[in-house]
């Protein structure tokens, strides 16, 4: 076993993540097709040679094609061809009776006057017919351009004609060497031209994956950064070729694929902005990508069950993080239920299955510290975080933890610590004099401390002690283990690009799950704060985060930005989220998600953190029109008669008015089934409204 308590997947005494033997921590790859590449490698070159175009925050940009930002005033579709029908028929009508005399010989009086007599008088046929003719065409020419102007032809083929001849366009031809990415330009410009040219042929060759670009780009920009030798990458390159740096686990992809995926820019699709009018224009019928960038402001999801929660969202971020982390630039924790469809196990180098007897990897109670304050904390948060008693909590924990770890070199395994916390004076003795024997008195004032504290109102010790009776049942024999006889998996490990997936028994011990969820996010976000190279993104996916929302918590996720980390929550309501805190989490949260289902009074807390908007309302008054001659009164009864309605005038009167994005009523009842609403936020501040999209595209 390693020095953090941590062993292989596959059984053997390891760290999870075992450094690489060349350059470690290399970059997630871009998504290509699910299915292998053909020896020709052409698909891959075809998906690393895609434009992907800068973008607002969520738009899909493999292949993205930017829309303006207004949406420009569209004739209808019958009315703009029927338009056009009629200007061509006007041309026509108007050509034919100028060729055949009806209109007069007027037309021909700008050629007599500016071409010279000489040519108008030639004897020559061919001159003369050239110059007739000539002049016929140029008159053609300007009717044409006339009767398209006015029949918009221009709107007639860029609706209807051009789109269909973009889907038979060409492939782009090869571009330049020094700007073709699968000549790898950076190495070449770096002097590695043995190691460019061997990727390159690779690549040609139908032997590259997505994932090796990736993870080959993140070596290469550990090399520009200074952290790994140019001779190192370089050797590792030319011996390996693309299947260089490889993830500790071996692995050049995942099992299987069920999202779209672009590592190149370290998104993943997850559905379509639907083109509604509430969605600004730039986004309708735009790909919605999450990467990195957005999931480092964190995101919170909320949706009743069988909203699309896990399948929709959480499956797609797990499988992109996961292929990141085979890059090196990613480590992801993914908890849930056991059987919640979170991912095969294959697809993770370590899979905790709490409660469950076959699990090759344990849970680590303190999250691998050694320090008896910071493990305190960090259980505390776990055992009553959702009570108003943490301070005190981590107290009484401390005065125990200390002097347990002074005499035993451990913390105390779960059912020791139940005896410490019972309020039995016995196993608090025992530790009193094997303090004194090692000659460590300066901690009996944590016991006396405690001692005093022992059966006073306000105690939390007892509460501490229920709690961790929850842990202490037979189900979770030989977990939580402290002696060095298992297996734990410790948080700690997130310096390296891990990828971890915990199981909770939900089933028959719902309460502990809960629990052990508060644990985990108290040791992510512990961990992340204090990690070596924050240049790996960490992310912790919670499928379920029911009482896991904590005032601490909170404060742990608004830290996360600046250590290059994020969580994914998700909620079936905001109900279980105490009510002081659903309007921090909303705060602490940049992504929100409001999916199809939501009850009103949830709608409501969205409602409010996307604020208001202000927008252009038009009322449209209809006059009725009183004729006063009797012509007048006429045309108004022939008109009544032809219609069916009464003459009227219509005015129109236009204001600036203050409304909300999307209301409460909008969002329960007006989010069709397998859609969602959702506003982003990146790293950088931008901001992206609330957009309807929809997650089955």
């Given at each position: 076993m390693d020095s953090d308590g941590t062993q292989d997947a596959r059984g053997t005494q390891a760290n999870p993540v075992p450094r690489p033997a060349g350059p470690p921590d290399m970059p997630a790859a871009p998504p290509m097709p699910a299915a292998p590449p053909r020896r020709d490698g052409s698909a891959f070159l075809s998906w690393l040679r895609a434009p992907r175009p800068e973008a607002a925050p969520g738009v899909w940009r493999l292949g993205h094609r930017p829309r303006g930002a207004e949406e420009p005033e569209e004739v209808p579709a019958?009315?703009?061809?029927?338009?056009?029908?009629?200007?061509?028929?006007?041309?026509?009508?108007?050509?034919?009776?100028?060729?055949?005399?009806?209109?007069?010989?007027?037309?021909?009086l700008p050629l007599e006057l500016l071409v010279p007599d000489s040519w108008l008088g030639s004897d020559s046929r061919i001159g003369n017919a050239l110059l007739y003719n000539g002049y016929t065409l140029v008159v053609a020419l300007g009717i044409m351009v006339g009767v398209g102007r006015l029949g918009r032809w221009g709107d007639v083929w860029r609706r209807f004609v051009a789109?269909?001849?973009?889907?038979?366009?060409?492939?782009?031809?090869?571009?330049?060497?020094?700007d073709d990415p699968a000549a790898w330009p950076q190495l070449r410009a770096a002097g590695a031209v043995d190691a460019a040219d061997r990727l390159a042929e690779e690549a040609r060759g139908g032997l590259m994956r997505d994932v090796d670009h990736a993870r080959i780009a993140r070596a290469w920009q550990g090399v520009r950064t200074g952290r790994f030798p140019l001779a190192t990458f370089t050797g590792a390159v030319l011996q390996d070729g693309s299947a260089a740096c490889l993830h500790p686990s071996g692995e050049r992809d995942l099992p299987a694929r069920h999202a779209r995926h672009d590592l190149l820019t370290g998104q993943v699709r997850l559905g379509t902005t639907a083109d509604d009018p509430r969605n600004p224009y730039s986004y309708r019928g735009t790909g919605l990508g999450?990467?990195?960038?957005?999931?480092?402001?964190?995101?919170?999801?909320?949706?009743?069950?069988?909203?699309?929660?896990?399948?929709?969202?959480?499956?797609?971020?797990?499988?992109?993080?996961?292929?990141?982390?085979?890059?090196?630039?990613?480590?992801?924790?993914?908890?849930?239920?056991?059987?919640?469809?979170?991912?095969?196990a294959d697809a993770f180098d370590v899979v905790v299955r709490v409660g469950n007897a076959d699990s090759v990897y344990d849970l680590g109670l303190y999250g691998g510290t050694t320090d008896p304050d910071e493990a305190a904390a960090i259980l505390a948060e776990a055992l009553v975080g959702d009570l108003d008693d943490v301070r005190r909590a981590t107290t009484v924990l401390a005065r125990l933890l200390g002097p347990f770890r002074a005499v035993h070199g451990r913390f105390p395994g779960v059912p020791e610590l139940r005896r410490l916390l019972d309020g039995d004076l016995g196993p608090i003795a025992e530790l009193r004099q094997a303090l004194g024997e090692s000659g460590q008195e300066s901690l009996l004032r944590e016991l006396d401390a405690r001692e005093r504290q022992l059966g006073q109102p306000g105690d939390p010790g007892g509460t501490l002690a229920d709690r961790i009776a929850l842990l202490d049942r037979p189900a979770f024999a030989g977990f939580?283990?402290?002696?060095?006889?298992?297996?734990?998996?410790?948080?700690?490990?997130?310096?390296?690009?891990?990828?971890?997936?915990?199981?909770?028994?939900?089933?028959?011990?719902?309460?502990?799950?809960?629990m052990l969820a508060r644990?985990?996010?108290?040791?992510?976000?512990?961990?992340?704060?204090?990690?070596?190279?924050?240049?790996?993104?960490?992310?912790?996916?919670?499928?379920?985060a029911t009482g896991v929302v904590t005032p601490e918590a909170v404060r742990g996720i608004q830290r996360l930005r600046s250590s290059n980390a994020g969580v994914v929550l998700t909620l079936r309501t905001l109900d279980d989220v105490p009510r002081p805190l659903r309007g921090p989490l909303l705060g602490a949260t940049g992504c929100?998600?409001?999916?199809?289902?939501?009850?009103?009074?949830?709608?409501?807390?969205?409602?409010?953190?996307?604020?208001?908007?202000?927008?252009?309302?038009?009322?449209?008054?209809?006059?009725?029109?009183?004729?006063?001659?009797?012509?007048?009164?006429?045309?108004?009864?022939?008109?009544?008669?032809?219609?069916?309605?009464?003459?009227?005038?219509?005015?129109?009167?236009?204001?600036?008015?203050?409304?909300?994005?999307?209301?409460a009523s909008e969002l329960a009842h007006g989010v069709p089934p397998g859609h969602a609403v959702l506003s982003?936020?990146?790293?950088?501040?931008?901001?992206?409204?609330?957009?309807?999209?929809?997650?089955?595209?």
């Open positions: 019958r009315q703009l061809l029927g338009g056009a029908l009629i200007a061509f028929l006007v041309g026509w009508l108007l050509w034919s009776l100028l060729q055949n005399g009806y209109l007069g010989g007027w037309w021909i789109p269909l001849l973009r889907r038979g366009e060409p492939d782009r031809p090869a571009p330049a060497p020094e999450l990467g990195p960038d957005l999931l480092g402001t964190s995101l919170v999801a909320v949706g009743p069950a069988g909203s699309g929660k896990t399948g929709s969202l959480v499956r797609p971020l797990t499988e992109s993080l996961c292929l990141q982390a085979l890059a090196g630039r990613a480590a992801v924790v993914v908890v849930g239920a056991a059987g919640a469809g979170l991912g095969p939580f283990d402290t002696s060095g006889a298992s297996r734990p998996f410790s948080l700690k490990a997130l310096d390296h690009p891990v990828r971890v997936r915990v199981d909770l028994p939900e089933r028959g011990h719902a309460d502990a799950s809960r644990l985990v996010l108290a040791q992510f976000t512990a961990s992340v704060a204090v990690r070596e190279d924050r240049s790996l993104f960490a992310c912790l996916v919670l499928d379920d929100r998600m409001a999916l199809s289902g939501l009850t009103p009074w949830d709608g409501q807390d969205f409602a409010e953190v996307w604020g208001k908007e202000w927008i252009e309302a038009r009322d449209v008054t209809d006059r009725q029109i009183i004729a006063e001659t009797p012509a007048g009164k006429a045309v108004h009864m022939l008109r009544r008669v032809i219609t069916g309605k009464a003459p009227t005038a219509r005015a129109v009167t236009v204001r600036q008015v203050e409304r909300e994005r999307w209301s982003l936020t990146t790293v950088k501040g931008e901001h992206a409204p609330p957009l309807l999209v929809d997650l089955r595209d």
